[in-house]
Each structure stands twice: as C-alpha cells, then as structure tokens.
C-alpha cells in the first residue's frame, strides 16, 4: 500500500441536517474558514521514589467545529437562534425628514408609507432635535396634515411604523427557545504531495449543538462583518463524534 502524503489549505464547502429527518436545510460554500479541535483529558497513577508516572488513563474526549464567514443569510441566524425564519407582512419603524407644504389652506406632509394606526408621531426639529412638545395631526393615508401652529417651508420629523412587504423575513429570539443539534457534512480538497494534484476529502459530524453565543457586527469601516460559530461535537449512538474519508 502506497502511504502519501497531503497538505491542506482550503475551506470546507458545508451542508447541514436535520437529526430528525437527515434532510439538508442549509448549504454554506462560502465560508472564511472551518476548522475541527479535538481535545481529551489525561489523569496519571503515580507510584515511588519521586512521585513518577506510571501509568496514564485517557478520558472526556471533546471535540468542536468552528465556522467564520462574512455571508451568510438568515437561515444561518435562524440556526443559531433556534428559530424558524417565518416571511410574511411585519411592522417596520420609520423615521423620516420632511418639508411642510400648503394644500388647500392646511399645512401638510407626505410619508413615503402609510403610517400604521397610532404609531406615528411628529416634531419639529433643528438640527435634529426635538422641538418641544409633539404635533398635533391628522392622518389620511400617507397624508398627514398638521393642525398645530407651523407654516409651510418649515422641517418636521416623523416617526412611525408601516407594513412591510409580504417577501419580509423575520427571526424572533426567545428566552427559551436554543439552537438544536444537527449533522454537518464538509467537502474540501487535500493536494497529494506526489502528484501535486487534489484529492477529495470529507468530513462527517454527526451531531454538533450550536452555541447560542454570536456577535453580529454592525460597522461602517474595516474588514466585512464575520460571524463565528462554534459548534460543539456529540457523539451519537454508535458512539462516534467525526469520520474523515479521503476518496
């Protein structure tokens, strides 16, 4: 048997799976990285002049699979909310500068949506600071006409919710609700030292529980955003955590 060797410097294309149903939910193929640590303890029996170790007992086998990527979409989120993206109509806020103008002798402004029953509220500004108490208005539509003392040219700003398209997606985040256990299968490529050529090579999780712990960046300079992810390795009921298979 010809014993090769192989260097390894790509990242796993990933797809995820449902324990219950071993269907695929998710596919990941632009991940900055994915990389699989494994770890276990060792306790010693010690004995003699000197205290030395005599023998050593293996235990607590752990490993993990960690995830970086600066794209993602909401399923990944939903995966580690322990939530399913639900897509439908959804209130949004709104906040908006407006200019007063004068229709038939009232002082009015146009929002860009129509504001939902009772949401929306309206100041004038300076500099973007509220100005004394709220305007009192009256809504029609997306028309709101001011009935407080102002005059046309002068800056309001309006805040308000309005309905969202029926194509919104939505994850909510529960106190009680965790992300769940999956299977994680990775494809990535091993370069043959002899030939110089790539070999596939896969790797098999068989149950990895997310971590609830992410940071989702919001910045407007440097490096993209990246989400890490840990997922934390089980093993299953034939007692394996990991197979890798080069083919």
Not at 123 to 137: P, R, S
Not at 163 to 176: P, Q, V
């Amino acid at each position: 048997m010809t014993v090769n060797t192989y260097g390894l410097r790509e990242v796993a294309d990933l797809t995820f799976y449902d324990l219950t149903t071993n269907r695929p939910f998710l596919y990941l193929p632009y991940a900055l990285t994915s990389s699989n640590e494994h770890t276990s303890q060792v306790t010693y029996a010690r004995g003699g002049k000197g205290n030395p170790k005599r023998m050593i007992f293996d235990g607590n086998r752990e490993s993990t699979l960690k995830i970086s990527t600066q794209l993602f979409d909401f399923r990944i989120i939903s995966l580690l909310a322990g939530a399913e993206v639900t897509s439908g109509s959804t209130n949004i806020f709104k906040r908006e500068e407006l200019v007063v103008t004068e229709n038939a002798g009232n002082m009015e402004v146009v929002l860009s949506m129509p504001p939902a029953n009772g949401s929306i509220a309206i100041y004038l500004i300076d500099e973007d600071a509220f100005q004394g108490e709220e305007c009192a208005i009256s809504v029609n539509g997306s028309a709101v006409t001011i009935t407080s003392p102002i005059t046309a040219g002068e800056k309001v700003i309006a805040y308000y919710q309005h309905l969202s398209g029926s194509a919104a997606e939505k994850i909510s985040f529960k106190t009680d609700k965790f992300p769940k256990a999956c299977k994680v299968i990775g494809d990535t490529l091993l370069k043959n030292e002899a030939t110089n050529e790539n070999e596939p090579f896969q790797m098999i999780v068989y149950k990895a529980k997310p971590q609830a712990n992410f940071t989702l960046n919001m910045t407007s300079e440097g490096e993209p955003t990246k989400l890490d992810m840990t997922f934390e390795l089980m093993a299953d009921s034939s007692n394996n955590f990991i197979d890798y298979i080069k083919y």
